[in-house]
C-alpha cells in the first residue's frame, strides 16, 4: 500500500474509499487533498460504481487539516491570496479545488455513504456532509472547529450544512466550534442513521441501493440535489424530465420484468 493517503476497494459495484493515515488520525494533508480529488474523479467517470462507502482507516473518520497548515498560518506563511487563487480551478459545480475533496462527492453520479466513526472534525466533517448519506457511530465526535482557529469552515460544508439543518443550528456549530456526539448529530439531521459500526452498516446501505436500477438511481440523487436551489416550477419540471429519461430504457425494463417474474433483477451498468 506504501505511502498512498487514499485507499481504494473494489466489492462488486461496491467502491470503498478508505483515508489512510492511521497515524495521524486520518488529518488532511497536501498529498490527501490531491488522491482524494483524484479519487472522486475517478469514480464519477465509472459506470460500474454504483455506489461509493467513504470511511477512515484506525476507526477514525477525519480529524481535519494537518497540523502543519495551522503551524505555517500562525508564522504568517499563509495568507488569503492562496485561496482566491484556488478558487478559479472550478469543478463542474463550482467548488474549488480545496473544496472539491468533500464537494465532488455530492457532484458524482453514484450515491455517496460516509462511515463515520471516532473523529469528523473541520475538513474531515466536511467530506463527510459531502457524502449523500451519514451513517454515524453514537460516540463519534463531530464538529466544525475552524473558529477556534480564527477561521470559517470553507471546503464547502457552509452549503450541505445548510441543506441538512436550519439556520439557527447552523449557526450555533459554526460560530462556538462545539463538538457534538454522534448521537446528536443525528438528532439534529446531521446524520442518517447512528450504528455501533458504521463500516458494516454503511455496506449494508450500499448492497440495498445496489439491488435497484442504476439508472434510476443516478437520476433520483441528481433530481434531488437540484430541488434545494431552483424553483419549485422548474424542480416539477426537472421531475417530469427525469421519469421520461427512465421509461423503457433497458434497465427499467428489467426492473419492471423482475418484480412481474418475482426474481432478483439483472441490472446493465447504468447508461444515464
Known amino acids: 500500500m506504501g505511502d498512498e493517503r487514499v485507499?481504494?476497494?473494489h466489492d462488486g459495484h461496491i467502491a470503498h474509499v478508505v483515508l489512510n493515515r492511521p497515524d495521524k488520525r486520518n488529518a488532511i494533508d497536501q498529498a490527501m487533498f490531491a488522491e482524494?480529488?483524484?479519487a472522486a474523479r475517478a469514480l464519477a467517470d465509472d459506470r460500474s460504481v454504483w455506489a461509493v462507502v467513504l470511511s477512515g482507516s484506525g476507526n477514525t473518520f477525519s480529524s481535519g487539516l494537518d497540523m502543519s497548515n495551522f503551524a505555517a498560518m500562525g508564522r504568517g506563511e499563509v495568507k488569503g491570496d492562496a485561496a482566491t487563487r484556488a478558487a478559479g480551478q472550478l469543478s463542474?459545480?463550482?467548488?474549488?479545488?480545496?473544496?472539491?475533496?468533500a464537494w465532488l462527492w455530492h457532484e458524482m453520479p453514484a450515491p455517496v455513504i460516509a462511515a463515520v466513526e471516532g473523529h469528523a472534525l473541520g475538513?474531515?466533517?466536511?467530506?463527510?456532509?459531502?457524502?449523500?448519506?451519514?451513517?454515524?457511530a453514537p460516540d463519534a465526535q463531530i464538529g466544525f472547529v475552524e473558529i477556534t482557529w480564527g477561521l470559517i469552515p470553507d471546503m464547502s460544508g457552509t452549503q450541505g450544512l445548510r441543506r441538512?439543518?436550519?439556520?439557527?443550528?447552523?449557526k450555533r456549530l459554526i460560530l462556538t466550534g462545539e463538538v457534538i456526539s454522534g448521537r446528536e448529530a443525528v438528532e439534529l439531521g446531521l446524520g442518517t442513521m447512528l450504528a455501533e459500526e458504521p463500516v458494516k452498516a454503511a455496506f449494508e446501505l450500499a448492497e440495498?441501493?445496489?439491488?435497484?436500477n442504476p439508472d434510476a438511481v443516478r437520476v433520483a440523487k441528481r433530481l434531488l440535489n437540484q430541488s434545494g436551489v431552483v424553483s419549485p416550477a422548474d424542480g416539477l419540471a426537472n421531475e417530469v424530465a427525469a421519469s421520461a429519461s427512465l421509461i423503457g430504457i433497458p434497465n427499467q425494463m428489467e426492473?419492471?420484468?423482475?418484480?412481474?417474474?418475482?426474481?432478483?433483477?439483472?441490472f446493465d451498468d447504468p447508461s444515464l
Do not use: N, Y
Not at 92 to 101: I, L, P, R, T
Not at 123 to 136: K, N, P, Q, S, Y
Open 208 to 212: 440495498k441501493i445496489t439491488a435497484r
Open 164 to 170: 441538512l439543518v436550519p439556520l439557527d443550528v447552523a
Open 7 to 9: 485507499l481504494i476497494e
Open 36 to 38: 482524494l480529488r483524484e
Open 255 to 266: 426492473a419492471v420484468m423482475a418484480r412481474l417474474e418475482k426474481r432478483a433483477p439483472e
Open 123 to 136: 475538513g474531515g466533517f466536511h467530506i463527510a456532509l459531502g457524502a449523500d448519506l451519514r451513517v454515524i
Open 92 to 101: 463542474e459545480g463550482g467548488a474549488a479545488a480545496f473544496q472539491q475533496v
